[in-house]
């Protein structure tokens, strides 16, 4: 699932509007990115989609409809994108008048999450993941990130390779190797894809994307929208669909997200020619990451403390307190596992709503999941 924004009046027919939307297909932005559900030529029977206690009836006629691959992702999408509409709660899927045989499932206000992930990073010299107040080396990437004197770390999801930055350049370790891979100057901190493809982009020129993979292959593509621009952080979202930069405006810092294109066998040929603006946040931009594939965490300068503020692809930012001397945030997965570090070496875990808690003092370097 690939958040794809729109905006609607909050009126009776919210419902037939989001429907139609959907049935309409891709905005242009993703449009190379993703696929509906939705075949074409499908329409609503009757034109509108019911609502009644609850309960969403939309209610579809049109070729195609009788696929199961194509009803499963017409409930996913269906549940996920009326979510927002008040009165709201459950959704059945009918073809032609006929109940398609699918739980109306409650709808959730939490996004699909990719599963909490626990951070990485030095802990008193040993590089892995995070647990309490000690680090546990990850075979085959531990002892590689900590002989490159890594200033930066970013390491896949499924723990196999590890992109890792320092006066040198980036770096890619995989299956006991370590290859350089970027040299260009200012590189900011490499992004891990699902499909294990490093990401490295130079705030010098930051127009110029080079992704690589640990057998070698290597290309660039172009990202226009960042022309100019004061780039802190570029970040793969969970899936590879969507890629995100934290851009750096003076006082203000704002989150721009574009469409990952890729060809069949899942290698990145491109990002969409524009970008759009899903988060503003107070303050300069400090540090970035994806909560899931739905929603981010973004940290910001507030006097001599850093603002963790989240919020996503269509979704209204959430302002969730603050750190004292914060300089790294990472996602994990959800967001009872974002995690902060201080330039100190303090690490904090949320507590409550808005509030953070110090669970250890000895983290010298806080890496990405991804």
Excluded: C
Excluded at 12 to 26: Q, R, Y
């Amino acid at each position: 699932m690939v958040a794809d924004p729109r905006w609607f009046l909050s009126r009776t027919a919210l419902a037939t509007e989001v429907v139609t939307s959907l049935i309409e297909g891709p905005s242009a932005r993703l449009s190379q990115v993703v696929h509906s559900g939705f075949p074409p030529g499908v329409r609503l029977t009757k034109g509108t989609v019911t609502v009644a206690d609850g309960l969403a009836r939309v209610d579809l006629t049109g070729d195609g409809l009788e696929n199961d691959l194509a009803q499963r992702e017409i409930h996913a999408q269906l549940r996920s994108s009326l979510q927002s509409v008040p009165g709201v709660n459950r959704v059945e899927l009918l073809i032609d008048g006929v109940a398609v045989a699918d739980p109306s499932n409650p709808i959730s206000d939490e996004p699909a999450s990719q599963g909490a992930m626990k951070p990485v990073g030095f802990v008193d010299g040993t590089f892995g993941i995070i647990s309490a107040a000690e680090a546990e080396p990850i075979t085959d990437i531990s002892e590689f990130v900590e002989s490159l004197d890594a200033n930066a770390v970013s390491v896949s999801r499924s723990r196999t390779v590890a992109a890792v930055r320092n006066s040198d350049g980036v770096s890619i370790i995989s299956g006991g190797s370590v290859a350089l891979i970027d040299q260009r100057r200012a590189l900011l901190e490499p992004s891990v894809d699902d499909d294990l493809w490093a990401w490295t982009v130079s705030a010098a020129d930051p127009t110029v994307i080079r992704v690589t993979t640990a057998d070698g292959a290597q290309h660039a593509f172009s990202a226009p929208w960042l022309a100019d621009l004061d780039v802190r952080t570029l970040r793969v979202a969970p899936g590879g669909s969507l890629v995100a930069a934290y851009i750096n405006d003076g006082a203000n810092s704002r989150v721009l997200v574009a469409g990952v294109i890729r060809d069949n066998d899942g290698v990145p040929t491109g990002v969409s020619e524009q970008a759009d603006v899903e988060m503003w946040v107070g303050g300069e931009a400090i540090d970035f990451d994806w909560v899931d594939s739905q929603r981010f965490v973004a940290l910001s300068k507030q006097g001599n403390a850093g603002k963790v503020t989240v919020g996503g692809p269509g979704m209204f930012s959430v302002e969730q307190g603050s750190v004292p001397n914060a300089v790294h945030v990472a996602g994990g997965g959800s967001r009872a596992q974002i995690r902060v570090a201080t330039s100190d070496g303090e690490f904090y875990a949320p507590q409550g709503s808005s509030g953070w808690q110090q669970v250890a003092n000895s983290v010298e370097l806080l890496g990405k999941r991804g």
